[in-house]
């Protein structure tokens, strides 16, 4: 469960060619519910990819519990860019 954290950031230059679509990004949620190790599955053009992960590594997210301690979990997050 996120937390906190901002949204990413839509670059001038991809609303301007209107690039729509998600960012899918694998992270591992370490047992504090930092956002480590982050990599794209899936990007767009024009820098909204880089947006998104500048965005996730910033995130707070309630740790994942196993046997009722906080274990690291690896997460596939998905970033929805859209035009408003």
């Given at each position: 469960?996120?937390?906190?954290?901002?949204?990413?950031?839509?670059?001038?230059?991809?609303?301007?060619a209107?690039?729509?679509?998600?960012?899918?990004?694998?992270?591992?949620?370490?047992?504090?519910?930092?956002?480590?190790?982050?990599?794209?599955?899936?990007?767009?053009?024009?820098?909204?990819?880089?947006?998104?992960?500048?965005?996730v590594?910033?995130?707070?997210?309630?740790?994942?519990?196993?046997?009722?301690?906080?274990?690291?979990?690896?997460?596939?997050?998905?970033?929805?860019?859209?035009?408003?």
């Amino acid at each position: 469960v996120k937390i906190s954290g901002n949204d990413p950031i839509y670059t001038e230059v991809a609303r301007k060619a209107n690039v729509q679509g998600i960012v899918i990004i694998e992270a591992i949620i370490d047992q504090n519910g930092n956002v480590t190790d982050v990599r794209v599955l899936k990007g767009l053009p024009l820098g909204l990819d880089s947006s998104a992960l500048n965005a996730v590594k910033q995130w707070k997210f309630k740790p994942g519990t196993l046997n009722g301690q906080a274990v690291p979990v690896y997460y596939n997050l998905t970033v929805t860019f859209r035009i408003q």
